[in-house]
């Protein structure tokens, strides 16, 4: 069973940043970031695939989100720059093995914490 781990996570004023990082047991063809705010739902952030390196956003995050990473590795990344209140959530990281079961491997996320 893969297993994705997140860290990076933390309390940071408006507009700073802070740097996500997952791990993953497994290999896929592609990997995302997804959040979940108190009382939301789980929404996505952002994905890359790795053969080509296509990233795609969600539009609440373009132009201050980067993602990235290492496929060789497994890892994951998610640069966050001028953070905002509403960017408070617990962040996972999810990836997909093109095998029909989308994404796998939630884990247990790493809480970002936005004050202003």
């Known amino acids: 069973q893969v297993r994705l781990v997140e860290s990076g996570g933390g309390s940071v004023q408006a507009g700073g940043s802070l740097r996500l990082t997952c791990t993953s047991s497994g290999r896929a063809f592609t990997m995302a970031w997804f959040r979940q705010a108190p009382g939301k739902d789980r929404e996505f952030v952002a994905s890359?695939?790795?053969?080509?390196?296509?990233?795609f956003y969600a539009d609440s995050v373009k132009g201050r989100f980067t993602i990235s990473g290492d496929s060789a590795k497994s890892t994951l990344y998610l640069q966050m720059n001028s953070l905002k209140p509403e960017d408070t959530a617990n962040y996972l990281c999810v990836e997909d093995h093109y095998d029909g079961q989308g994404w796998t491997g939630w884990g247990q996320g790493t809480q970002v914490i936005v004050f202003s």
């Open positions: 890359i695939r790795w053969s080509g390196g296509d990233t």
